[in-house]
């Protein structure tokens, strides 16, 4: 496969490229990035083929526009990259790690049950659009897969017809975090949503592609989606009491945070079960997934049904100096 790079790096972006697909890696994820770098050295170093330091600080300049994880995203194939032209024995700029790290981890919102039911019922009474004839019916399945699964919006986004076998009720996750797949089963209700989902959308695109499809062929992206639910948000008045504003990517941490709550109210063994959360979720070690869970005052106590009134006597009482 060869791909349209002009610049003076063409030969080995295209080189770089092929050698992450031959040992097993799509990077189809980090092209556009490559693409972009590949452009602005076409307008601003068309006859270079030495990857300096310049080009790179030209490269990694944040845009205003950008967090930090977007901007990190952008810079880390940039930095693979001169990795890949020093390893064959060329000289090249590498971009320094402390200009890529991760941005600090904000606290995510756990949304209650009937937060969930509530974004729900607003989603499946979106009005059908003439121009946009697939979203009132690809939000409302795609939103709940992300709870119900705790998949990565991208996961879902991505995800073809050939991904989805609803007679196994098996999702067939490619390419993920990582680099890696998985497959992600799915329960009996969340199955048969989607087989009525199936039927509504295989009237509107019989021979589609993607499983989530947008109204021209596409997959539905994040932005779609997002829009959609900042809609619903305002309109249901959700906003976090202190830090950042719900989003769609906490319904990821909702998933894994209600599912150590119903496996504490159901007795069992949480040691056990963690690392099939984690494998489930597409984490490559439980560290990553202990981020995920988090204990929220009133909806820890509702799902759980542990009742911490009962061991209050078991706290000292604190007594203070005059």
Known sequence: MTYDFKSGFKEQLCDFVRQKKAVGISYESNISYLMRFDKMCFNHYPHTSNLTKEICDMFATKKDTENGNAFRNRISPIREFAKFIIARGENAYVIPMDLVKKSPRNCPYIYSKDEISAIWNEFDNLEPIAYLPARHIVLPAMIRLLYCCGLRPVEAARLTAEDVDLSRGRLFIRESKGHK???????????????????????????????????????????????????????????????????????????????????????????????????????????DTYYYIHLVPGQYEAISGLDFSRYEELLPEVCYAD
């Open 181 to 287: 797949d998985r497959i992600v089963m799915t329960a009996d209700d969340v199955t048969g949503y989607l087989l009525d989902y199936e039927k509504k959308i295989s009237a509107l695109f019989p021979n589609r592609k993607w499983f989530f499809p947008n109204s021209h062929g596409g997959f539905c992206d994040y932005n779609s989606l997002n829009y959609g639910f900042l809609q619903i948000r305002r309109k249901l008045g959700l906003y976090a009491v202190s830090g950042k504003n719900p989003v769609i990517y906490d319904f990821r941490h909702t998933y894994a945070t209600h599912k150590l709550y119903e496996w504490m109210r159901d007795g069992a063994d949480l040691y056990a079960m963690l690392p099939y959360l984690s494998a489930y979720m597409g984490h490559a070690q439980l560290s």
